[in-house]
């Protein structure tokens, strides 16, 4: 907290979630702190269509650090949305793997065969998720 406020930690050491829907990039309706957030995360627009949208909508001049700031965010969120792909091939897989060990009655190699899992990434699925 910032100042001379003294409050029990409990009434604001807390964790809130919040859910934005941001719309459709292209959506002409959009307007507001809504269509500028859009504009911001997207991953349907280039750094340049997104600094020309914020100069042009909101009228926000773009230097080169908040246009770094912006493609570096970017960035970040292409990462994030890459690694929850990832991780839902290997949370399906293991899913998949499991039910063929408990349906077929297969080893765990056997179903990581049959699903064509590289040795590389047998190995990395073994660890990962401990299995076989």
């Known amino acids: 907290m910032i100042g001379n406020v003294h409050e029990k930690e409990e009434n604001y050491d807390l964790l809130t979630n919040v859910i934005i829907c941001l719309g459709d990039a292209y959506d002409k309706e959009a307007s507001g702190i809504l269509r500028m957030l859009e504009v911001l995360l997207s991953d349907k627009r280039n750094?340049?269509?997104?600094?020309?949208?914020?100069?042009?909508?909101?009228?926000?001049?773009?230097?080169?650090?908040?246009?770094?700031?912006?493609?570096?965010?970017g960035h970040v969120l292409d990462d994030v949305a890459q690694?929850?792909?990832?991780?839902?091939?290997?949370?399906?897989?293991?899913?998949?793997?499991?039910?063929?060990?408990?349906?077929?009655?297969?080893?765990?190699?056997?179903?990581?065969?049959?699903?064509?899992?590289?040795?590389?990434?047998?190995?990395?699925?073994?660890?990962?998720?401990?299995?076989?």
């Open 47 to 73: 750094a340049s269509e997104k600094r020309m949208i914020l100069q042009d909508d909101f009228g926000i001049q773009m230097e080169m650090d908040l246009e770094s700031e912006v493609t570096d965010v």
């Open 83 to 132: 690694r929850n792909y990832e991780k839902g091939v290997c949370e399906s897989l293991v899913s998949s793997i499991k039910t063929l060990t408990e349906t077929m009655n297969w080893s765990v190699d056997q179903a990581m065969d049959a699903l064509k899992i590289s040795e590389e990434d047998k190995e990395e699925i073994r660890k990962k998720y401990n299995i076989g």
